[in-house]
């Protein structure tokens, strides 16, 4: 299907289009519903960094290639279809709405602008963020949700994950014209590293970086992958930490089956019935992605259902004991890599 066309992507069933591989996708840029929002935040760059020319490209996930002044958008914002089939898959679409991408675009630029200048190996970058070389681990970090030494601007206090993202979200906050960093940080440790950043963008705005266009990696342009596999890989990457069974844990708030109780809800009915609301709170309230937190979920309702447990309680205290349960499971996800059993 090389030939496809953006009229025709819109009307593929998903089967036929998890066959097509990326590179045959029909996608352009300018030529999506997104090239409003992208404009608008090169616009804000061009007016604080007037020389600085970072490379946009399509790929299959947020990035900036390590080294060059380039960002990826993910090739599955650019179509409405695309973005459909995301949330099919993964139960959300990172950068849908337009104000997230406009603050995922910000912080990829920010990696970028670092790419350009190299400005993490200067000694003052290090004291004002701390060390490059410290371990990598932007899934397992455990955030101090109250620490005014960060911005907030990402979801899970995504500064604090490494020197590396604290730099990206003070840059991106330092770009938004609307952010009133000045006011809103006045009293917070994180002021210093937007002055910083200021500091850095009077000495950058007179000169002149161009990231030349080239292939780069998982440009979607050169990916053979189809759809199909794609999301294989993407899920299993999700999905690839998760508890052993805390049959304790649900005898706790469900009770076995009781042939003097015929008419009791079965547990496993109960939390597919109120799956769609437990996500979605879930994923508000922990910053957590819904395709981990429902792959959680389905494991614990088949475990209900193979327990056999019923729900003995009323509603509204069974509800707040699920929740109770599932919030610490991924509280302690959020916080460690790992689900752990309850005490």
């Not at 003052?124 to 601007?153: A, I, M």
Request: with cysteine; aromatic share 12%.
């Amino acid at each position: 299907m090389s030939n496809l066309n953006w009229n025709e992507l819109s009307k593929l069933p998903d089967e036929d289009l998890l066959a097509i591989r990326i590179k045959d996708l029909p996608l352009k840029l300018e030529e999506s519903d997104l090239w409003p929002s992208i404009q608008i935040v090169m616009t804000e760059l061009n007016s604080a960094l007037p020389e600085f020319q970072p490379y946009l490209f399509i790929g299959d996930e947020w990035f900036s290639p390590e080294g060059v002044a380039a960002v990826s958008i993910p090739f599955f914002l650019l179509h409405p279809r695309l973005r459909q089939l995301e949330r099919t898959k993964v139960l959300e679409c990172e950068g849908e709405d337009d104000l997230e991408f406009k603050k995922l675009l910000r912080h990829e630029l920010g990696h970028a602008l670092d790419h350009a200048f190299k400005l993490s190996r200067r000694r003052t970058w290090e004291k004002t963020f701390g060390s490059p070389q410290k371990e990598y681990q932007p899934d397992t970090y455990r955030p101090r949700p109250y620490s005014r030494n960060y911005v907030l601007h990402l979801k899970r206090w995504y500064a604090q994950s490494h020197p590396d993202e604290d730099f990206a979200e003070t840059f991106a906050v330092w770009l938004n014209p609307q952010s009133e960093w000045k006011a809103t940080y006045r009293k917070w440790g994180a002021l210093k590293k937007l002055e910083y950043l200021e500091t850095i963008g009077k000495e950058l705005r007179k000169k002149t970086f161009k990231q030349k266009s080239a292939r780069m990696i998982s440009e979607s342009r050169y990916l053979n992958s189809s759809l199909a596999v794609y999301y294989q890989k993407k899920i299993r990457y999700n999905e690839e930490d998760y508890p052993d069974f805390f049959d304790r844990d649900l005898l706790r708030i469900f009770s076995r089956k009781n042939p003097e109780e015929p008419k009791a809800e079965l547990a496993f009915q109960f939390m597919k019935r109120t799956r769609k609301y437990l996500l979605s709170s879930l994923s508000l309230w922990t910053g957590e992605k819904k395709v981990t937190i429902n792959e959680l979920l389905l494991r614990l309702i088949e475990r209900c259902r193979e327990l056999e447990l019923i729900v003995s309680k009323s509603e509204a205290e069974t509800a707040s004991e699920v929740s109770a349960f599932l919030t610490t499971l991924v509280s302690h996800y959020l916080f460690t890599g790992h689900f752990r059993r309850t005490v």
